[in-house]
């Protein structure tokens, strides 16, 4: 099982253009995150998605966009990026019985 | 606002001491948990404390969690150089989303051969 898959991995955009972060799980989890992580501030979410169907605003939601696609995807768009959204984006996904979070690899990005 | 806080924020050990890490965190748990990260990867997690739970082990790792000092401490013994990782609490909150998880800062661990 490849587990959670996130793409691209690095990425770097110039102030104002849009790009789509893709995000893919293998482990029929209903439930799935978007979190960013800087320097000094930790993991900060983003949104998430209960389940198929439903998206919810995280701590830092301004400036993104979010789509379940279906039970195995979520995006994360950002419609015209700021070097304030530098950063690393993590997607993950949860078991449901034990709450364990199941991240990807993460996705790197750079905001001129 | 983010829930944990892990102290401290930097730890640097040799090979085979223990190292402990503790987080403090300002609501109502549900549960506790602990994730490690190697530099540049994803969150791997270790460990998982319910509310009602004391203190919890699995391999190396012990866990404690005390509901009314609102803090949990992680213990690796007998560290290794591959131990050298960042360590992070999240916490789910009782009364909020079941769905949602609050992580802390982290501590990075420096485990010295």
């Known amino acids: 099982n490849a587990g959670v898959t996130q793409t691209p991995k690095f990425q770097v955009l110039k102030t104002g253009q849009s790009m789509t972060l893709q995000c893919a799980q293998d482990?029929?989890?209903?439930?799935m995150y978007w979190y960013r992580q800087d320097p000094g501030m930790g993991l900060r979410l983003i949104y998430y998605s209960a389940s198929e169907g439903t998206t919810d605003k995280g701590e830092v939601p301004n400036g993104y966009n979010v789509s379940r696609l279906n039970k195995r995807e979520f995006s994360l768009r950002l419609e015209s990026a700021a070097p304030s959204q530098t950063s690393v984006y993590f997607c993950?996904?949860?078991?449901?019985?034990?709450?364990?979070?199941?991240f990807g690899e993460g996705s790197r990005l750079t905001v001129l | 606002s983010q829930q944990g806080e892990e102290d401290p924020q930097a730890l640097s050990i040799q090979e085979g001491e223990n190292a402990t890490m503790n987080c403090s965190y300002k609501t109502s748990i549900n549960n506790l948990q602990w994730y490690r990260q190697n530099s540049g990867r994803g969150l791997v997690h270790l460990i998982l404390i319910r509310s009602n739970e004391r203190e919890k082990h699995s391999g190396r790792l012990r866990v404690t969690l005390d509901t009314s000092k609102k803090s949990s401490s992680l213990l690796i013994t007998a560290s290794r150089a591959a131990d050298t990782a960042s360590y992070f609490c999240?916490?789910?909150?009782?009364?909020?989303?079941?769905?949602?998880?609050?992580f802390g800062k982290g501590t990075l661990l420096t485990v010295n051969p």
């Open positions: 482990m029929n989890h209903n439930s």
């Open positions: 999240a916490t789910r909150n009782s009364g909020g989303s079941n769905y949602k998880l609050t």
């Open positions: 993950a996904s949860r078991e449901q019985n034990t709450g364990e979070l199941f």
